[in-house]
């Protein structure tokens, strides 16, 4: 969840207040090439939305991806009908051709009127986009104002197009921020993780800066993107849920989820392939598989008694010992060995939620089909990465995921490990 300075009870109240009827704002803010503002919108919006979309970004959270964010296409994405400001402005275009909105940045928050804040009734403003200007369409007095996230800014066609090298001992968190650095990124939330490069990076001028900074932060299980504020951000992966969509009184799921389940993308084993370790030309090479009685395990899916081993290979020249290739090993199981499940429903608007948070939904009773039963309080928990925020009051937020699920059986060791 993206911060938003509130104390605990604030915070709390901030909540309560979302699945309940309030007021809200949307402000609008146009900024010049270094990000400082210059226009403001608020009363003038008339509609729009901001879609985000990480499921073909990442593979930290169990979905089929090249290393970091190397699917060509920003995460958040805006698209906004204003109506025409009374005095032009140097972004808008004032002939046709002419594209003076080129360096432009515009950033958007969601302002929600909370009654029970401790310093009395209040706006909770939440930053949910900050991005470049990318495109803009005229209709009489109502501008569309398109805009994507500042990844797009790191990736191909934005090429780095000079050599910059990355050294073995550097900090993997000093690494990213001079990569984006050299892009002229400014805008940083990056905390002071301790892990080291082990290997000489060298960036030549073809390199995508956002690809390489991703991955950087991949081979550090870290996930880096940038937030609501326009921050490149880093941060652990989630693994506690930050929210959780109940229905009934006082919820905020609006529909029932629909569920859709695929096994297509479902592997048993994980080799790990690594560099040789010092003093040793012998590349290191270990294999994680689960417990025979995981349903999903080479034992349990054998035909004719023969195992059915359903393989991924993770070559990884930044593992030089065997403990790293283990744990990588270990992870990438517990990510592959699952079943892919889409789930698609509306709720409330949470604007204050991002993308990778992990955040789960509660059904209330269900009625099947066939003989009449009642199916009481299915709980999905799932990493968020596609839903879509609208800046309408009468439109809902969607949520349309794609997540994979794991069987675990309380008590025994998740899965077993063969070195080599």
């Known amino acids: 969840m993206i911060p938003l300075g509130l104390s605990a ?9 979302l699945a309940s009827s309030h007021r809200i704002r949307k402000t609008v803010r146009v900024h010049d090439r ?16 901001v879609h985000v979309d990480m499921s073909g970004t990442t593979s930290q ?16 994405t805006l ?12 972004w808008n275009p004032s002939t046709p051709g002419e594209a003076a909105f080129a360096d432009n940045f515009i950033s958007v928050e969601y302002g929600v009127w909370v009654e029970d804040l401790a ?4 706006w909770v403003d939440v930053p949910i986009f900050w991005g470049p200007i990318t495109g803009i369409d005229q209709d009489g007095d109502q501008i569309t104002i398109r805009g994507s996230g500042k990844e797009v800014l790191g990736m191909d066609p934005v090429l780095l197009w000079k050599t910059i090298n990355v050294y073995p001992g550097q900090s993997r968190v000093g690494a990213i921020r001079w990569i984006l650095a050299n892009i002229g990124e400014k805008r940083f939330d ?17 390199a995508e800066p956002w690809v390489m900074a991703s991955s950087i932060a991949r081979y550090g299980n870290w996930q880096l993107f940038y937030d609501g504020r326009g921050r490149a951000r880093l941060r652990e992966y989630p ?5 959780t969509w109940r229905s009934g009184e006082g919820g905020t799921l609006l529909t029932k989820p629909k569920i859709s389940y695929d096994l297509s ?7 790990v392939v690594g560099s040789p370790p010092s003093g040793s030309t012998r590349q290191i090479r270990t294999e994680s598989r689960p417990p025979s009685w995981h349903p999903l395990s080479p034992w349990s899916l054998r035909r004719n008694g023969e195992r059915r081993n359903v393989v991924h290979v993770e070559d990884n020249a930044d593992v030089n010992n065997r403990a790293e290739a283990r744990a990588l090993g270990d992870r990438l199981l517990d990510q592959h060995i699952t079943a892919g499940v889409q789930i698609e429903f509306d709720s409330l608007v949470i604007p204050h939620l991002e993308e990778g948070d992990r955040v789960a939904v509660k059904v209330g009773p269900t009625y099947a089909s066939g003989p009449q039963r009642v199916l009481e309080g299915q709980t999905f928990e799932f990493s968020l990465l596609q839903f879509t925020i609208p800046l309408s009051s009468d439109e809902p937020m969607s949520i349309g995921l794609n997540r994979r699920v794991s069987w675990r059986r309380r008590g025994e060791t998740p899965f077993y490990r063969w070195t080599r």
Request: aromatic residues 6%; hydrophobic residues 35%; proline residues 5%.
């Open 265 to 271: 993308a479902m592997r048993n084993v994980v080799e």
């Open 9 to 17: 009870d604030d915070q709390a109240a901030y909540e309560r207040t």
């Open 239 to 243: 693994r506690n849920v930050m929210w």
């Open 79 to 90: 698209e906004l009908t204003v109506l025409l400001p009374r005095k032009d402005q140097a």
């Open 119 to 122: 310093a009395g009734p209040g």
């Open 34 to 49: 270094d990000e400082r503002v210059i226009h403001e919108f608020q009363g003038a919006i008339l509609s729009g939305s």
């Open 190 to 206: 990056l905390p002071a993780f301790t892990s080291k490069m082990r290997n000489r990076w060298s960036l030549d001028r073809r």
């Open 61 to 76: 959270l169990g979905f089929a991806a090249g290393d970091g964010n190397s699917s060509g296409r920003p995460v958040r």
